[in-house]
């Protein structure tokens, strides 16, 4: 039996219909829903995380083939896997070869959790010093995807105290009518700021007034009462 096969039959057993049923719900998966025609196996992050250590070797062939199913989980324990490998090496020649295949499978990172835990700890720290053309032709993508990998990725920038690029895909996707994307850079300004006040609240006095409510209250969030009450103000 392959790593492959035995990884699916792995995840198999720790199917929950119950669970799988919640989840569908939770992630939008019905017709016309950003999560449309997902499958779920109703498993949890910690139990996929554990799987995942258990096939840390699995190889790219394989990952990208767990990245190919429609199976929510499936894909969700590949990335953890991309992540593990990436994180876990120090030759750059690897570091690319996942980078690679994971570009490759953008199109199968296609939920908002697939790209959240594992975008930052790939792209992110990838292009922390290298050319970012990638993620800005993603920021303009018609893939809503891409277009969250390219922000979220930029959490790594900030964790590295380098803000310009979050701030510039910031300012590209300020009008976006997609919440997931409104969330998504609120939340890369609202972290922008928690490293600087600041630079933060310099953005936002530039832009509060046209970008759209949901991006603006979760960019607000940890701030003090008064400045949240400002910032809401319609003026």
């Known amino acids: ?58 190889s790219v062939t394989e990952i990208q083939k767990l990245l190919a199913s429609e199976v929510h989980e499936h894909r969700l324990v590949a990335l953890e896997i991309l992540v593990m490998q990436y994180e876990e090496t120090k030759d750059l020649k690897v570091k690319k070869k996942i980078v690679q295949a994971y570009i490759k499978s953008s199109s199968r990172i296609n939920n908002w959790d697939l790209v959240d835990l594992s975008a930052p700890y790939i792209l992110g720290d990838w292009f922390l010093k290298r050319d970012k053309t990638l993620l800005y032709r993603w920021t303009v993508s018609k893939n809503i995807w891409q277009r969250r990998i390219a922000i979220i990725s930029t959490f790594e920038f900030i964790r590295n105290n380098q803000y310009a690029d979050t701030l510039k895909i910031s300012r590209i996707l300020l009008l976006d009518k997609h919440d997931l994307i409104q969330k998504a850079v609120g939340w890369m300004l609202r972290e922008v700021g928690k490293k600087s006040l600041k630079t933060e609240k310099d953005f936002l006095n530039k832009y509060y007034k046209k970008m759209p409510r949901t991006m603006l209250r979760y960019a607000i969030e940890r701030m003090s009462e008064r400045d949240k009450t400002r910032y809401m103000k319609m003026d």
């Open 1 to 58: 039996m392959s790593q492959y096969a035995k990884i699916v039959a792995a995840l198999n057993k720790k199917t929950n219909p119950a669970k799988a049923k919640i989840l569908q719900g939770f992630f939008k998966t019905k017709p016309g829903e950003y999560g449309a025609g997902d499958v779920f196996l109703g498993i949890t992050v910690p139990e996929i995380r554990k799987t995942a250590r258990s096939f840390s070797g699995l």
